[in-house]
C-alpha cells in the first residue's frame, strides 16, 4: 500500500491520471450495472416523465401535479425535465437507456470531481482514496438506471463546489462568468443549493491560503449576475403563467405540508400507508384544485406553519424522525409496502451502506479537527444546508442525500489516509528497529573477532 501510494502523490500530473484511470473504471462499472439492472425498457419515470412527454408533444411545461388538475407546472425545475425530453424527442429505440448510460457518465464524472476537490483542500492521498471510495460506492452506482434527478443533483453539487474551487485559486474575470454560468444550471437542477453555495464561499475565502482576497469580491459580482440571468428565463416564464415570483419551483408548501398536518409521519403517507393527500376531506380539495398551483401549495404552506405553531411539541418529534429517516433507513417498506419502488432488500441494503458512511465520516471528521478543518467546517455546513429543507418537511425518499454522501465520502477518506499514514509510521518504525538490531549484532561479531 505505502509503496504505490507514496509514488502516486508525489507528482501531481501522475496524481490526475490516477482520478482519470479510476473516472474511466467507474464509468465501466456504471455502464454494466445499467445494462444487468435491466430498468430502461418501460422504467418508472413519475412526474418528470409526464412533463417530458408533454414537451414533446408540445404541450409546454405541464403535469398532473398533486391535489389538481393536469396544468402549467413548477413542482419541479427545468433541467432534468428537459434532459429526458430531449431522449424522448431524439427517436432512439430505447431511450430511457440514453437516459440512464448519461447518468452514468455524469455519476462517473464525481469521481474525478471529488479527488480534485480532496486535492485542493486535503492532500493527494486523501484525494486518491476518496475517488477510489467514489468509484465503487453502491448508491453512485444503483441510481444511474433510476429516473430520477438523483445523480444531476449529486454531480451538479460536487461540479459547483469544484468550480468554485478552481475560480478562488486563481481568480480571473473569465472564471467568474464560467462559474455563474454553472451555478446557474446547478440551482436549475437543485435549488437547495441557494442554501449551501454563498456559505461554502464565504467559508473558502475567509479560510483558505490560496484564496487571492483581493478582487474576489468584485468578480464574484459578475458571477452573481450571470447566475441571475441563467436563471432569469425560468423565474419569468413562473411569473406569466403562474402571477407570482416564483424563482426556482412550487413544491416547497407541499412537501412542508405533507411533513407538518394533523395526520403526518414526517414522510408521505400516514401510520396507516394511505396517501397523505386522501386525509384532506372532499370539499377542502375542491377548493385546493380549482386554485392554479402556485396558490394551492401557497395555501398548504400557511396551513402548514399555523399547525406548527398550534402544535410545537409535534413539530420537534416529527424533525427527530425525519433525521433518522433521512440519515439511516427510509421507512417506505414499513410504512407502505405496497407503493416501493425498489425491492425491499435495497432499503437494508442501503441501511448498512449509509450506517457504515456515517461512523467512517465520524471518524474522519475527528481527524480533520486537528489536520484540515477548513474542510471539516465546509462539510458540515454543506451537509446542513443540504439536508435541512428535508428536516422540516419530508425526508422518506433514500435519493434526497445522495447530494452529500461524496462529501462525507472524502470526510471518511480523511479516516482511511490516518490509518494508513499510522500503518506505515509503524511499518517504518519496526524497519528501523529491524535495521539498528542488525547492525548493533554486526558490531557485536566484528568485536567478537577483533578480541579473538
Not at 433510476?146 to 485559486?169: D, G, H, N
Not at 435541512?388 to 479516516?415: D, K, W
Not at 518504525?429 to 547492525?439: D, E, F, I, P, W
Request: proline share 6%.
Amino acid at each position: 500500500m505505502k509503496h504505490w501510494l507514496a509514488a502516486l502523490t508525489t507528482d501531481i500530473d501522475r496524481i490526475d491520471r490516477a482520478l482519470w484511470f479510476l473516472t474511466l473504471l467507474g464509468l465501466a462499472i456504471r455502464i454494466a450495472a445499467v445494462l444487468v439492472l435491466n430498468d430502461y425498457q418501460h422504467p418508472l419515470t413519475a412526474e418528470y416523465g409526464i412533463v417530458a412527454e408533454h414537451l414533446v408533444a408540445g404541450k409546454g411545461f405541464v403535469g398532473g401535479g398533486w391535489l389538481g388538475p393536469e396544468q402549467p407546472t413548477a413542482l419541479n425545475t427545468p433541467i432534468y425535465p428537459l434532459f429526458l425530453a430531449a431522449w424522448l424527442w431524439s427517436g432512439v429505440p430505447l431511450p430511457f437507456l440514453g437516459v440512464e448510460l448519461s447518468q452514468a457518465v455524469l455519476s462517473a464524472l464525481i469521481i474525478y470531481l471529488s479527488g480534485r476537490i480532496a486535492l485542493y483542500l486535503l492532500n493527494a492521498s486523501a484525494s486518491l482514496i476518496a475517488a477510489l471510495m467514489i468509484t465503487f460506492y453502491p448508491p453512485l452506482i444503483y441510481f444511474c438506471k433510476q429516473v430520477s434527478p438523483a445523480i444531476f443533483t449529486t454531480f451538479f453539487t460536487i461540479l459547483a463546489c469544484a468550480a468554485l474551487l478552481w475560480f478562488l485559486k486563481t481568480p480571473s474575470w473569465a472564471k467568474a462568468v464560467g462559474l455563474g454560468v454553472i451555478w446557474g444550471v446547478a440551482l436549475l437542477v437543485e435549488p437547495i443549493l441557494l442554501l449551501a453555495l454563498p456559505g461554502l464561499t464565504l467559508i473558502l475565502w475567509v479560510g483558505w491560503k490560496q484564496t487571492h482576497r483581493s478582487g474576489v469580491l468584485a468578480k464574484l459580482t459578475i458571477t452573481a449576475l450571470v447566475c441571475l440571468m441563467v436563471l432569469t428565463p425560468w423565474t419569468v416564464r413562473n411569473y406569466l403563467v403562474f402571477e407570482r415570483i416564483i424563482p426556482f419551483k412550487t413544491s416547497f408548501g407541499l412537501n412542508f405540508w405533507l411533513g407538518n398536518n394533523p395526520n403526518a409521519t414526517g414522510f408521505l403517507y400516514t401510520a396507516t400507508g394511505e396517501p397523505m393527500a386522501n386525509t384532506i376531506p372532499p370539499e377542502r380539495l375542491a377548493y385546493l384544485s380549482a386554485l392554479n398551483e402556485a396558490e394551492r401549495y401557497a395555501v398548504l404552506q400557511r396551513e402548514a406553519w399555523e399547525w406548527i405553531q398550534a402544535n410545537p411539541d409535534q413539530f420537534l418529534r416529527l424533525t427527530a424522525q425525519r433525521i433518522g429517516y433521512l440519515w439511516l433507513i427510509s421507512p417506505t417498506h414499513q410504512i407502505t409496502s405496497e407503493h416501493i419502488v425498489e425491492p425491499r432488500w435495497f432499503y437494508t441494503l442501503r441501511t448498512m451502506i449509509q450506517a457504515g458512511l456515517l461512523i467512517a465520516a465520524l471518524a474522519g471528521a475527528i481527524v480533520a479537527v486537528g489536520r484540515y478543518r477548513l474542510w471539516l467546517i465546509a462539510s458540515i455546513w454543506l451537509v446542513t444546508a443540504l439536508t435541512f429543507p428535508y428536516v422540516i418537511s419530508v425526508a422518506g425518499n433514500t435519493r434526497y442525500r445522495l447530494p452529500v454522501e461524496p462529501i462525507l465520502l472524502i470526510l471518511a477518506a480523511v479516516a482511511v489516509t490516518a490509518v494508513i499514514d499510522r500503518l506505515r509510521l509503524v511499518g517504518n518504525s519496526a524497519h528501523a528497529g529491524t535495521v539498528s538490531s542488525a547492525q548493533t549484532d554486526s558490531r557485536s561479531a566484528q568485536r567478537r573477532g577483533r578480541s579473538t
